[in-house]
């Protein structure tokens, strides 16, 4: 259209309104001229709906004067440029639904993207909208957005080389409610990046990073800013400046909720859809091209239905959530005051008065919801004063109808809502539907006083009543597609014009209607094709290409350790929480939950008391040790004082068990005794100790106490005990979790923490243990193990019953216990070192975090660990292991408890560990492995048989059951055998074995030379040292010598079974060898004297080589110290000796220390030609000759990441290497001979 029709258009878009002047209400406050001026620009009229007389009317001479005025006002350019939008997509024949976009709100902005500042008002969402370039920004950049932020904000970050989105949280920031939206919206976008551009998400390409956050606002930090920009949302008033805060990053943040109306405040963040639902129509969308239910379903009504004939009533339902009264900074609760308002609301609307005043005078404290339900007692107060009035009674229809469905407050709450209820009061109403809804001409859209949902939105937009949108401060996405006073009339934050608009719309039929028709057609556009798909290009694709064309990628040396810059700026504290691929929404992997950060709960006091709770033999005593040196990391960050810990607090036993050493009252030392008067909850005596144990010095208090149940044996002979009672070994698990006397064993739970919680801050770290190793630790207890296990079950159950009535502290509402398992800790339970060591440091971290402990790491806290090597099946034997299963089946969903908040690996614990339930599955299922005997010759027989003693049984396939036996020479007839497959095992030039006599003696056997170190002897049907030039010879690795593994595993008993990584041990590297076996020995000794390395090193070289390192005749390093060295050391260096493979190559990979070989001239030349073939692409470290050993080992050191990686790899690799290696051995002997 141009000129002329343009001013046609602006003339019959005021006009009608000045023609209907005669019609409004005396009740609104604003004569038309000033509503025009003042609302212009909101104000649009489908000429095409007009009557010819309302045509004529329209080209009077007061409307050409006042549009004069209003374009004047506007300056040429707001006002005139929303009619050139309108006049594009409503206006004539023509008419066709469109929406004002922020594109074409800004379509005039130039090409280039200038820097934002104060006086700008556009917004990312802006250039996105306008089809412009956002400002670019870079990991930095993304991270800092962390800064602006106090919770419910993230960094995604797509990692090429595991080729998975990794969602990383700041532990800055404590773990907000709405991190479970936050989580949802991190699974979507990684599925829609995934989806969407393929092309830049894959291995071949580059990281990326962006922030994203979620909620019902953004919850950045409530600064000066913020409030006034709530407040003058609440107030209608504009508020364009950016906060000073925005610019603390130039990243973009993509918000999946509601954003601030005003965006221009924080002009880099994005509103996106919501999570869950709506944001999976889009996913819906990209998979099938469908539109989803929530929008096919909407609800239009009886489109057949008149104007006149729906209710004119303001119509709401909802609900009444006490968590929008915390959402505006500063905002009052919803129920502040209005109890006593109640009160009095009450018996005066029984005496027939008007709502008090005092009521209305609270109005302003009130949340909008609330306001309604007040403007709904007016209006049915009023429609009763009228229907008094009538002589033929017949009443009105009141204005309002807002009221709740439900209610969410506590008991005490329900009462008064009750009475008012009964006296007709209409704060509670009856449900209805949407069908329902569809007949009243009116809706309102209450959300909380920071915005409506979407649902909202598009239901009550589709149903032919009219719209009544509440403005306030924030906005969602869908906001920008309806345009006030076309699709919707706005009303004010606190209600107070509500009633005068609704008193216009009644009085201008025509408009209201048709703003109704236009919301009703917005809503079925959307929830069409065309539209749906023009959402999802705005809001979606639009905005996420946007994005990732702004991400400025690491440079190529830095895009493999991304972590590693953002832990230059941010140390440690960027957590990652999740990994999706983004291939589907549920393809993803929590990492850590909100334990591994801060609480938002309120500390109480300075007194903790930690009760390690669990049965008898669940590892109390090894994981006491664990918390005492966490326990004494603390420092209190606001006194800066170190915790007092008490590990056996006299007090705290006194009041619990009735274990005395003195008396609290006399304050005299005795003999400890057993009192168990006075009773645990005895008022008194708390006080004694809780202030014996909890001074008030200024310092935070800690007792820890870890008495398990039941607690003592029937015999026990300290004074102090309680007696086991000796009626349960008669007793079933039932009743013994009945007996009175067990419940109280060694304490009742329920009592002491009634009695204490109210003094101290009560914690219950619950242990579970493995079932079998619980009972078999205390197996002849009771009179033997199932007795004891039946006794040990009834506890389990004393123990979940209070356990699970008691979730969360009735003080604070926080977690009150959790579960620690055995089993997580457990290095046998891993296959590496750092995987111990990453599950140790969440455990750890866990624990803490629970306890609210500001120190969350404790590299030490194992240091007095030690690790049981017991296997419960040999201990309790297969009849109680069977016995033990029908306990344990019995206790199923009753033992571990469990809660819906432990979400770490480490807490998903059963009563049975991998090996145990193997072994009970043996035990139903016999193994059907085949009996071979190995016979062994010769002084060095056992030598020969180390690796059925160190490796086989571990890497075997169990189709092999080895029977070992050790011959001091071969003069045995076929008699002597065993029955079955055989293998007959010769040491090189043997001379009491010769081939031809062993052949002879054990001719059903197959063949194995072993200490063949130059490969002289191709006869035998299987070798320990391998050749190319025999590979029709079955090969089976050395692995480490027995008396080196004996001591490895001594060693790993004693220290808790933990392999130090790579890059944190003690020495760089260890020479430990003698010159004498191999010229390059020599050659490698004289390297490391002339050398003079900085590198910290255990260097022991010797001349003659000894065949016994642990007599004391020899100057050799004993076994246990040589594999001591080795635990200790980064590396190993492994020179060849009379062959190139040696027991050294094993034992340093088992201890975790990586190999460091030489292929020098003298291996290329050896006689076992390529002996070392199957290390070559291993991870252990090879060089041309020993010259470069050094320079490569400190090389190595400087990244230990990578050296920490190379240690795992290595791991894996040999596991594998020996598994196969193992496997083709059996296949081997269960082979035809």
Not at 168 to 185: F, Q, V, Y
Request: hydrophobic residues 35%; charged residues 25%; aromatic residues 10%.
């Amino acid at each position: 259209m141009q000129g002329p029709r343009r001013t046609a258009l602006i003339i019959l878009s005021l006009c009608l309104i000045i023609v209907l002047d005669s019609l409004l209400s005396p009740n609104f406050q604003t004569s038309v001229h000033d509503f025009v001026k003042e609302n212009g620009n909101n104000i649009f009229v489908d000429d095409a709906s007009l009557t010819d007389d309302e045509r004529t009317v329209l080209l009077g001479s007061e409307i050409e004067s006042l549009i004069k005025e209003l374009e004047q006002e506007a300056n040429n350019n707001n006002l005139r440029n929303r009619l050139e939008i309108m006049e594009e997509g409503f206006g004539g024949d023509d008419y066709e639904l469109n929406y004002l976009t922020a594109q074409q709100r800004y379509a005039s902005a130039g090409d280039e993207t200038p820097p934002l500042n104060n006086d700008d008002k556009r917004t990312y969402h802006n250039l996105i909208d306008s089809k412009m370039p956002l400002p670019p920004y870079d990991l930095k950049g993304a991270v800092d957005s962390t800064i602006i932020y106090n919770g419910a904000l993230a960094i995604l970050v797509y990692d090429p080389a595991n080729d998975k989105f990794i969602l990383s949280h700041s532990r800055r920031h404590p773990w907000h409610a709405e991190n479970g939206e936050l989580l949802k919206a991190f699974k979507s976008v990684s599925y829609l990046l995934r989806h969407l551009f393929p092309d830049r998400f894959n291995v071949h390409n580059k990281e990326f990073a962006m922030p994203i956050s979620a909620g019902i606002f953004p919850h950045v930090k409530h600064t000066d800013c913020v409030k006034q920009a709530f407040q003058a949302g609440l107030e209608q008033q504009q508020q364009q400046h950016p906060c000073v805060e925005s610019h603390f990053t130039s990243s973009p943040i993509l918000h999946f909720g509601n954003v601030f109306s005003y965006e221009s405040i924080y002009p880099n963040i994005v509103p996106m859809p919501k999570s869950g639902d709506h944001i999976g129509c889009f996913q819906q969308w990209i998979e099938s091209q469908t539109i989803c239910d929530e929008l096919q379903h909407l609800v239009y009504g009886d489109e057949g239905l008149n104007w006149d004939e729906l209710s004119p009533e303001v119509f709401w339902r909802g609900e009444d959530f006490g968590y929008m009264a915390n959402v505006p900074p500063g905002q009052k609760q919803t129920a502040s005051g209005l109890r006593s308002r109640l009160n009095k609301v009450i018996p005066m609307w029984e005496k027939d008065k008007d709502v008090p005043l005092a009521f209305q005078e609270e109005y302003s404290t009130l949340l909008s919801r609330w306001r309604g339900v007040l403007l709904t007692l007016e209006s049915f107060a009023d429609r009763k004063r009228k229907w008094r009035k009538e002589t033929k009674g017949t009443g009105t229809i009141p204005w309002c109808n807002i009221r709740f469905n439900r209610y969410e407050q506590e008991a005490g709450y329900y009462k008064q809502w009750e009475q008012l209820k009964k006296i007709g009061m209409p704060v509670i109403g009856d449900r209805v539907d949407q069908e329902g809804l569809s007949k009243y001409r009116y809706h309102i859209d209450l959300g909380s006083d920071v915005g409506s949902s979407w649902e909202l939105n598009l239901q009550q937009l589709a149903k032919p009543g009219l719209l009544f949108h509440h403005v306030s401060p924030t906005k969602d996405y869908l906001r920008d597609y309806m345009e006030p006073w076309v699709h919707y009339i706005p009303v004010a934050p606190q209600l107070n014009d509500l009633k005068a608009k609704f008193d216009w719309a009644e009085s201008h039929p025509v408009e209201a209607k048709m703003i109704a028709d236009r919301g009703t057609d917005l809503a079925k556009y959307l929830a069409s094709s065309d539209g749906f798909e023009r959402m999802f290009q705005d809001d979606i694709v639009e905005p996420l290409r946007k994005v990732i064309e702004a991400y400025q990628p690491l440079s190529k040396e830095g895009q493999q350790n991304w972590r590693k810059e953002i832990n230059k700026v941010y140390a440690d504290s960027i957590l990652p929480v999740m990994k999706c691929s983004g291939r589907r929404t549920d393809d993803c992997e929590q990492v850590v939950g909100e334990k591994a950060f801060p609480s938002t709960k309120l500390k109480r006091e300075n007194c903790q008391i930690i009760y390690i709770i669990g049965v008898e033999g669940s590892s109390h005593h090894g994981l006491l040790p664990i918390i005492e040196s966490l326990a004494k990391k603390q420092i209190d960050p606001d006194t800066g004082l170190g915790y007092d810990i008490d590990m056996v607090s006299e007090d705290l036993k006194s009041g619990l068990f009735g274990w005395y050493s003195y008396s609290l009252r006399m304050g005299k030392h005795s003999k400890w005794r057993f009192d168990r008067d006075p009773g645990v909850h005895d008022p008194a005596l708390v006080q004694s100790v809780i202030s014996s144990m909890c001074p008030n010095d200024g310092k935070r208090h800690v007792a820890i106490e870890w008495a398990s149940f039941p607690s003592g044996y029937a015999d026990d002979k300290r004074s102090y005990r309680v007696k086991r009672q000796k009626d349960w070994l008669q007793m079933t698990p039932e009743e013994i979790a009945n007996d009175a006397l067990a419940s109280v064993h060694p304490v009742d739970l329920n009592a002491f923490y009634d009695a204490y919680a109210p003094h101290a801050e009560i914690k219950f770290v619950v242990l579970n243990r493995d079932y079998t190793e619980t009972i078999a630790s205390h197996k002849d207890w009771d009179t033997g193990p199932t007795t004891h296990s039946r006794i040990i079950s009834g506890f389990m159950i004393i123990l979940s019953r209070f356990l699970t009535s008691h979730l969360v502290d009735s003080i604070t509402g926080t977690k009150l216990w959790s579960l620690f398992c055995l089993e997580s800790i457990f290095a046998k339970n891993y296959q590496s070192a750092s995987e111990v060591n990453e599950a140790r440091r969440r455990v750890i971290f866990e624990l803490a975090f629970f306890l609210d402990w500001p120190i969350k790491e404790c590299p030490d806290c194992f240091s007095h660990w030690h690790e049981s090597t017991k296997v419960p099946a040999q201990l309790l034997g297969p009849d109680n292991m069977k016995i033990l299963y029908e306990h344990m089946s019995a206790l199923d969903g009753i033992w571990p408890p469990k809660r819906s908040d432990d979400i770490l690996p480490e807490q998903q614990c059963g009563l049975l560990t991998k090996s145990t339930t193997q072994a009970l599955d043996d035990l139903e299922h016999p193994s059907s492995a085949t009996p071979v005997t190995i016979y062994s010759f010769g002084k060095h027989g056992k030598k020969a048989q180390s690796i059925f003693h160190t490796a086989v049984h571990r890497f075997g396939t169990g189709r092999v059951d080895y029977i070992l036996e050790e011959k001091s020479d071969c003069e045995y007839t076929i008699a002597n055998q065993q029955d079955g497959p055989c293998l007959a095992i010769n040491y090189f030039a043997n001379p009491k074995c010769f081939y031809g006599d062993m052949i002879r003696q054990y001719p059903t056997c197959k063949t194995m030379l072993t200490n063949d170190e130059n490969c002289d002897d191709n006869r035998y049907d299987a070798r320990g040292y391998y050749s190319s030039k025999m590979i029709d010879t079955t090969y089976l690795p050395l692995g480490p010598r027995k008396d080196s593994w004996d001591a490895y595993q001594m060693l790993m008993n004693q220290n808790g079974s933990v392999i130090a990584a790579s890059s944190q041990r003690k020495y760089a590297f260890n020479a430990i060898f003698t010159k004498s076996t191999h010229a390059g020995r020599s050659i490698l000794a004289d390297v490391l004297q002339m050398d003079g390395n900085s590198l910290s090193s255990f260097e022991q070289i010797t001349d003659t080589w000894q065949p016994d390192p642990n007599k004391n005749s020899n100057d050799l390093l004993d076994s246990k110290s040589y594999m001591k060295v080795l635990l200790e050391s980064t590396f190993t260096l492994a020179p060849a000796g009379h062959n190139p493979e040696c027991f050294r190559l094993y034992e340093a990979v088992e201890a975790g220390s990586i190999p460091v070989i030489s292929l020098d001239k003298d291996y290329k030349q050896h006689k076992c030609k390529d002996s070392l073939s199957h290390w070559l692409d291993s991870p252990i470290v090879i060089v041309e000759s020993w010259n470069e050993a050094i320079p490569t080992m400190q090389k190595l050191l400087e990244e230990p990441e990578a050296l920490d990686k190379r240690q795992a790899d290595l791991h894996v690799w040999y596991n594998q290497y020996m598994s196969s290696a193992v496997h083709d051995f059996e296949s081997f002997l269960l082979s035809e001979k």
